[in-house]
């Protein structure tokens, strides 16, 4: 798996949620560390945190997690812009950047390590560039590109996420099926249900 990287992007205000959704009480820790627990057991290396609002708090919920920070001083731009800072991470990582990345978002805490391993299986099983989850009738993330595509997310609008790459480039993109990737959070009542889910299968186990 240490051929590709993984970009977790945490940047965001969470201004729908009233307050830092990245770190609030998730299973006993901050989302954002669960995120990155998970992220780092799926084996992709490095593992970049892009923060923004918060950053200082967001750093310190992630203490003693070999992640690297990366700290978007535009986030307030949009997600485009923390895509083009978590790329520029990798592409400076020693002592070679990584093969690709998947891109993740903190705010999909039902995602785990399986999750991002099987978009790594896929890419190594059909050489595409990318591969992208598919839910409810979309696609998004958690996506894996290939270096080939670092160019196209580069030139990205500040206020875009990576969805119309992935649309622009349907020809040339694997699909997974992962519907826990639909498990976003941006409200409270989002909040309760996804940490409900969570909890029920965290019992089946």
Same mark, same amino acid.
Request: glycine share 10%.
């Given at each position: 798996? +240490?051929?590709?990287?993984?970009?977790?992007?945490?940047?965001?205000?969470?201004?729908?949620?009233?307050?830092? $959704?990245?770190?609030?009480?998730?299973?006993?820790?901050?989302?954002?560390r +669960?995120?990155?627990? %998970?992220?780092?057991?799926?084996?992709?290396?490095?593992v970049?945190?892009?923060?923004?609002?918060?950053?200082?708090? *967001?750093?310190?919920?992630?203490?003693?997690?070999?992640?690297?920070?990366?700290?978007?001083?535009?986030? &307030?731009?949009?997600?485009? =812009?923390?895509?083009?800072?978590?790329?520029?991470?990798?592409?400076?990582?020693?002592?070679?950047?990584?093969?690709?990345?998947?891109?993740?978002?903190?705010?999909?805490?039902?995602?785990?390590?399986?999750?991002?391993?099987?978009l790594v299986?896929?890419? +190594?099983?059909?050489?595409?560039?990318? *591969? =992208?989850? =598919?839910?409810?009738?979309?696609?998004?993330?958690?996506?894996?590109?290939?270096?080939?595509?670092?160019?196209?997310?580069? &030139?990205?609008?500040?206020?875009?996420?990576? $969805?119309?790459?992935?649309?622009?480039? &349907? &020809?040339?993109?694997?699909?997974? %099926?992962?519907?826990?990737?639909?498990?976003?959070?941006? =409200?409270?009542?989002?909040?309760d249900r996804?940490?409900?889910?969570?909890?029920?299968?965290?019992?089946? $186990?």
């Amino acid at each position: 798996m +240490h051929e590709f990287g993984l970009v977790l992007l945490a940047a965001g205000n969470a201004s729908r949620m009233g307050q830092p $959704k990245q770190l609030m009480d998730f299973g006993g820790v901050p989302l954002v560390r +669960h995120a990155a627990t %998970e992220a780092l057991a799926s084996g992709c290396a490095p593992v970049v945190v892009v923060c923004g609002a918060e950053s200082a708090a *967001v750093t310190a919920a992630l203490g003693g997690l070999a992640v690297e920070i990366a700290y978007n001083d535009r986030w &307030a731009e949009g997600m485009g =812009t923390s895509i083009h800072c978590g790329i520029r991470r990798l592409e400076s990582y020693a002592p070679a950047p990584p093969a690709g990345l998947i891109l993740s978002l903190a705010d999909q805490p039902l995602l785990d390590r399986d999750a991002f391993r099987r978009l790594v299986e896929i890419q +190594h099983g059909t050489g595409l560039p990318i *591969v =992208t989850s =598919t839910y409810d009738g979309t696609v998004g993330v958690p996506v894996l590109f290939t270096r080939e595509m670092f160019a196209e997310l580069l &030139a990205l609008p500040p206020s875009q996420g990576c $969805k119309g790459v992935i649309q622009r480039n &349907a &020809a040339r993109a694997a699909r997974l %099926e992962c519907p826990d990737a639909l498990a976003d959070i941006d =409200t409270p009542g989002d909040f309760d249900r996804v940490l409900g889910e969570f909890r029920r299968r965290r019992l089946l $186990k």
